[in-house]
């Protein structure tokens, strides 16, 4: 993400999947609105977090390494 810029959680896009800030600043916030920080090295697993934003509030681009395993199913 660009700095400042936003984007909405949508759960399915992050389904069993672990994420890691690469660089920059990512910030989360809660559907009761409720915001937390996390910087270069941050280890998260969104699952069962009712997210409402993910954004970048640094200065500088936000990487973010996503990493899932592969279904069976699919």
Known sequence: LA????????????ADTF???????????????VRACFG???MLAFADLNLRWLRNVGSEPLVLRAL???RSDE
């Open 3 to 14: 700095p400042l810029e936003e984007v909405e959680y949508r759960r399915a896009d992050w």
């Open 68 to 70: 899932s395993r592969i």
């Open 19 to 33: 994420v890691v800030v690469d660089r920059g600043n990512l910030e989360i916030e809660c559907g009761t609105g």
């Open 40 to 42: 270069a090295g941050a």
